[in-house]
């Protein structure tokens, strides 16, 4: 079949078709005359070492409490300053020392010396994981956390404020650093962002760089969508054809050589993505969205992109899949996608075994029914998963589908809000991804680049759209709120097939998602916001990234 009616996701057409036309409209504009390149090239800023620290009142998110040590001298920051450290709190000690060229001495409780920045354990700073105190004062940097996770953010507060190449020699002059007392600790604990490496496939490195980001911001959680129609993009020993064969291609280019990565490529993911207190989240996409594996073993397929569900078969394969898929990724969880089955598009009515489940599965006296059966493979992912010990996760529409069982749902169909509620009121778990509000794929102005927006009368998802959001639901008891587990911000990638791209869907917005997902509630008003992220747009710049600047230079940017 043609390789672009894989292409399931309705999105992904009109996406398509939307952006020639802006191509179009931007190559008059631009007096390019015609469809490519879309968009005007203009050179890289130099990959710079311009100070650009960011001042108190624009730290992002925005701590709890900041009070600044008004007449208190500067801590001046140079190479003699050592990092006191108790072993507990090595690792993020450890990173700060070594990010700025400073000595590390683990220390249980000293005190000793003079400038300093000591780490200090202390079980009383806040109650949530991630909560900590930074103190500077004149003579010492106080960090104090219950845990590594609030120390590694305290780290983070503090190279905020300091230029982004802070790396200290002897030779260097120091940094002076402004006395305050901040108090710190994060509203939700899941605050994700979703990289699908599917539809095109970013590499290593590029993950990497989004690591970087998401820790500067605190973000905690690194979902992968590893799989879908275009392609397959993780050797399993067990299947290799699901990397030589399903990797190949991607959305632009059917024919491209396989792209995926090795289990050394995952364990160097994960690795990096665990020092910087960043869980990885697989996603592999069931039993839609699979036209990748279709083509390296169609015979667990229905012919066309879906699993074949009435199969033993099939669920060997995947029990066998997330063998390995365990090895690779430790972390709790386990993402089985389940979203846009449309068990009308697949050939399920035409496969006299599948048509026996949904007998089997319907209530006596009805037609057979194949939402049974989505419900059914869906309840059989999440035993597999649960038995590999890990929790699984899935789009909502497998509880559309009636799927009660104890997983994590994340609710992505902004038009369908009920689900949040029933998900909650099974006693599930939700993570908030609203289309509406954290699609990142979706254009960040109107008219600019990245996908236009199907169905939404609210505008393009902005900086301001996505800081005005409070995602907590009206009308929960304080248990249900307790099951609201964060919010997680998708970019889908059948547009994005550059870094350029990817920078310019992710930054700045990732700052705003990281601000909703910290903040205590809907307090940042969206103008004083993107004021405040005026130094981070600076600093990405000086950094070299094709950060979004505004609404007026967005069109200038390179997207390939
Ligand atoms: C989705 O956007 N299909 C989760």
């Not at 059917?254 to 207190?277: C, G, K, L, M, N």
């Not at 909703?516 to 600076?538: D, G, N, T």
């Amino acid at each position: 079949m043609p390789f672009d009616s894989l292409c399931s996701r309705p999105r992904a057409m009109f996406r398509a078709l939307a952006l020639s036309a802006l191509a179009l409209a931007l190559g008059l504009q631009l007096g390019l005359g015609g469809l490519t390149p879309a968009l005007a090239a203009t050179p890289k800023t130099a990959a710079a070492t311009l100070p650009v620290p960011i001042p108190l009142g624009n730290l992002l998110p925005q701590p709890q409490m900041v009070k600044a040590g008004t007449g208190q001298a500067p801590f001046l920051l140079n190479a003699q300053v050592p990092v006191l450290a108790p072993e507990g709190l090595a690792g993020p000690a450890q990173s700060l020392a070594q990010t700025l060229g400073l000595r590390l001495k683990l220390a249980p409780s000293s005190t000793a010396g003079a400038a300093r920045i000591r780490f200090e354990q202390d079980p009383s700073v806040g109650k949530v994981a991630g909560a900590y105190r930074l103190q500077i004062k004149p003579d010492e940097i106080l960090i104090q956390a219950a845990e590594n996770s609030g120390a590694f953010y305290a780290t983070q507060t503090l190279l905020q404020l300091l230029p982004q190449e802070a790396k200290l020699t002897a030779a260097s002059a120091g940094f002076e650093l402004p006395a305050v007392d901040i108090n710190d600790a994060p509203r939700f604990e899941w605050r994700g962002i979703m990289l699908d490496v599917a539809r095109h496939f970013h590499d290593v490195r590029r993950v990497k760089r989004v690591i970087d980001n998401m820790a500067f911001y605190k973000l905690n959680r690194l979902h992968l969508h590893l799989s879908d129609d275009q392609g397959w993009r993780l050797a399993i020993k067990a299947y290799p054809k699901l990397s030589t064969v399903g990797g190949r291609g991607d959305h632009s280019r059917p024919d491209a050589p396989a792209q995926f990565f090795s289990a050394e490529d995952i364990r160097s993911i994960v690795r990096y993505a665990t020092e910087r207190y960043i869980e990885v989240i697989p996603e592999i996409d069931m039993p839609g969205h699979s036209g990748a594996a279709a083509r390296a073993y169609p015979e667990f397929f229905d012919g066309l992109v879906t699993f074949n569900p009435a199969k033993p078969e099939t669920y060997r394969f995947i029990d066998t899949l997330l063998g390995e898929l365990v090895e690779l990724f430790p972390g709790r969880y386990i993402h089985f996608g389940g979203d846009e089955v449309w068990v009308e598009k697949t050939r399920w009515a035409q496969m006299p075994e599948v048509l026996a489940m949904a007998q089997d599965l319907t209530p006596a006296g009805q037609a057979p029914q194949m939402k049974f059966v989505e419900a059914e493979f869906a309840r059989r992912m999440v035993q597999l998963i649960q038995k590999h010990k890990r929790v699984p996760i899935g789009w909502d529409e497998v509880i559309a589908a009636g799927l009660q069982d104890n997983m994590i749902v994340q609710w992505w169909r902004m038009d369908h809000p009920e689900m949040v509620l029933a998900a909650l009121k099974q006693g599930q778990a939700v993570i908030l991804s609203p289309s509406d509000r954290m699609y990142l794929d979706y254009a960040a102005g109107l008219g600019e680049p990245g996908a236009p927006w199907e169905g939404n009368t609210g505008g393009p998802v902005s900086v301001e759209k996505i800081v005005a959001w409070e995602p907590m639901p009206v009308g929960l008891s304080e248990a249900q709120q307790e099951k609201v587990l964060g919010i997680e911000a998708p970019l889908w990638t059948e547009n994005v097939r550059s870094e350029s791209y990817l920078e310019f869907m992710l930054y700045p917005r990732m700052a705003a998602v990281a601000e909703v997902a910290w903040r205590q509630q809907a307090q940042s008003e969206p103008k004083a916001f993107v004021k405040r992220l005026a130094p981070h747009i600076a600093r990405w710049k000086a950094q070299g990234v094709n950060v979004r600047g505004n609404r007026e230079d967005a069109h200038q940017y390179r997207l390939h």
